[in-house]
């Protein structure tokens, strides 16, 4: 995505990213929020902010996505039984 970013212009750049924002929001807060992380991280990304060593910027609320780990990855679902099936409904 950082990619297909840095091929737009600004104003697109910044209506690509509202448009995640919207499309995010269409779906259930759950959802949303799982996402916050990576779409703050993206943002962060395009106004030419950086990650700290651990791939986290501003206190945590800004993640690096990357579609591999060699362990654990920060977006993947907690694995233990009854975990993460209840979705939020706050």
């Not at 448009?19 to 779906?27: F, G, I, P, V």
Request: glycine fraction near 14%; hydrophobic fraction near 35%; aromatic fraction near 4%.
């Amino acid at each position: 995505m950082l990619f297909h970013l840095s091929l737009c212009t600004a104003d697109e750049q910044q209506r690509v990213l509202g448009q995640l924002d919207d499309e995010a929001a269409r779906h259930p807060r759950h959802v949303s929020a799982r996402l916050a992380p990576a779409l703050a991280g993206l943002r962060l990304g395009v106004e030419g902010g950086s990650f700290d060593a651990d791939g986290t910027a501003d206190g945590g609320r800004a993640r690096r996505l990357l579609g591999w780990s060699t362990d654990g990855h920060w977006l993947r679902p907690d694995p233990s039984p009854g975990a993460g099936l209840e979705p939020d409904r706050g």
